[in-house]
């Protein structure tokens, strides 16, 4: 009876042995799954953040492209010409390189619509080139077209009599603005891409 009950005691102890090893098992299996689910979520948090970061610097340049329309083609600032005090030679220029400066009140002033020159790749002249945050932020202004302000010559030229909208700044002048926003440590990036409208005076500029 004695050899019984040790034999039973032995086979009871194996199971619970088996028993505790694959509940471990189970554990650990559970553990690594729960790491490895919260480091994944932690490495797209991360990636939304830097690209959001990323978006935002590029936004920052489109900004600074409707300021530098705006006082290029106002006839009291920059006449035509981009302000002085948009200019740089350092590297990377902020916001206008002075090398580019005269190709951009060109294309500002619409001595060369629909130009094809980008702001980054292959023959790339950007521009706009400045730093914003931990991102080197390059842009590209193109003017597309004129198109005349909605409504009759009538209701225009009424702006002189008082009535009806004013004949000056009567059309308004289309850009695209092109900005890519990098960070090379990092491998992120983002661009924006928008069209602007502004009068012939340069007073207002609406997306």
């Known amino acids: 009876m004695l050899d019984n009950s040790r034999n039973r005691v032995a086979n009871e102890q194996g199971v619970a042995m088996l028993t505790v090893l694959l509940i471990m098992l189970m554990m650990t299996v559970l553990g690594v799954a729960a790491l490895t689910v919260t480091g994944f979520e932690s490495r797209m948090a991360g990636f939304v953040t830097s690209t959001e970061s990323a978006t935002t610097a590029a ?3 489109t900004g600074t492209a409707v300021n530098v329309l705006q006082q290029t083609i106002d006839p009291y600032v920059g006449g035509g010409i981009v302000p002085a005090a948009f200019l740089s030679n350092a590297t990377p220029a902020g916001p206008v390189p002075q090398a580019n400066a005269t190709v951009l009140g060109q294309e500002i002033m619409g001595q060369s619509d629909n130009n094809l020159d980008v702001p980054v ?4 002249a950007p521009n706009l080139d400045q730093t914003v945050g931990a991102y080197r932020v390059r842009g590209d202004i193109d003017r597309l077209y004129l198109k005349g302000k909605a409504g009759s010559g009538m209701q225009q030229f009424a702006g002189y009599e ?17 900005c890519i926003a ?9 661009r ?3 069209v602007y409208a502004c009068t012939l005076t340069g007073e207002t500029c609406q997306k």
């Open 192 to 194: 924006v891409t928008a």
């Open 162 to 178: 008082g009535t009806g909208n004013s004949a000056v700044g009567s059309s308004d002048i289309y850009y695209r603005v092109d």
């Open 59 to 61: 936004e920052a340049c």
């Open 121 to 124: 790749g292959t023959g790339a």
């Open 182 to 190: 990098e960070n090379t440590a990092t491998g992120t990036s983002a």
